[in-house]
């Protein structure tokens, strides 16, 4: 947000510059003034160099770095065209199949790189019979929505009285 003021405000300086009226929004008179009577070899010049060298090089590094995907890309029969779907939408939609389950309940799940954990709620009477229920119904969710990475499914079933 800072660098799209700055831009806008030297776009605005150039331009109303140009036109001939300068506006003036940065009173840069000083600094100009400054500038003209101080060499390349200046301190001050150096420093400022190198801070923005420093800032350049910052910038660089987190445009070159891949953040966390944002979207779960899927698996398609065209090669042409390119799906995804987002993962939050992933996660409702694999926590859906994890509910659909009798006796399960409340299912929460959360993504790593090639494992899907689910956290579900059932009876303590029934957990092994619900864990592999769910782990099943939830891999053939990941079936049908076909993720470009394979997903390892591990359910972590979390009891209740009853």
Same mark, same amino acid.
């Not at 929505?145 to 997903?151: D, E, G």
């Given at each position: 947000?800072?660098?799209?003021?700055?831009?806008?405000?030297?776009?605005?300086?150039?331009?109303?510059?140009?036109? +001939?009226?300068?506006?003036?929004?940065?009173?840069?008179?000083?600094?100009?003034?400054?500038?003209?009577?101080?060499?390349?070899?200046?301190?001050?010049?150096?420093?400022?160099?190198?801070?923005?060298?420093?800032?350049?090089?910052?910038?660089?590094?987190? +445009?070159?770095?891949? +953040? !966390?995907?944002?979207?779960?890309?899927?698996?398609?029969?065209? !090669?042409?065209?390119?799906?995804?779907?987002?993962?939050? +939408?992933?996660?409702? =939609?694999?926590?859906?199949?994890?509910?659909?389950?009798?006796?399960?309940?409340? =299912?929460?799940?959360?993504?790593? $790189?090639?494992?899907? *954990?689910?956290?579900?709620?059932?009876?303590?009477?029934?957990?092994? =019979?619900?864990?592999?229920?769910? !782990?099943?119904?939830?891999?053939? $969710?990941?079936?049908?929505? $076909?993720?470009?990475? !394979?997903?390892?499914?591990?359910? *972590?079933?979390?009891?209740?009285?009853?």
């Amino acid at each position: 947000m800072l660098l799209t003021a700055a831009g806008t405000i030297t776009a605005i300086e150039v331009v109303s510059g140009v036109a +001939g009226h300068p506006a003036r929004l940065v009173p840069y008179t000083r600094v100009a003034d400054w500038m003209r009577h101080t060499s390349w070899t200046h301190w001050g010049v150096l420093a400022i160099s190198a801070g923005l060298v420093l800032v350049g090089l910052w910038f660089l590094l987190a +445009g070159l770095i891949p +953040g !966390r995907p944002r979207v779960v890309p899927l698996r398609g029969d065209d !090669r042409d065209l390119a799906m995804a779907v987002t993962r939050g +939408g992933f996660r409702n =939609a694999l926590a859906a199949a994890a509910e659909d389950v009798q006796d399960a309940s409340r =299912a929460q799940v959360t993504l790593r $790189r090639h494992r899907v *954990k689910v956290y579900v709620h059932c009876p303590a009477h029934a957990v092994d =019979a619900v864990s592999e229920q769910v !782990r099943r119904s939830v891999a053939g $969710r990941l079936e049908e929505i $076909r993720p470009l990475a !394979r997903y390892k499914v591990v359910v *972590k079933p979390l009891t209740r009285k009853g």
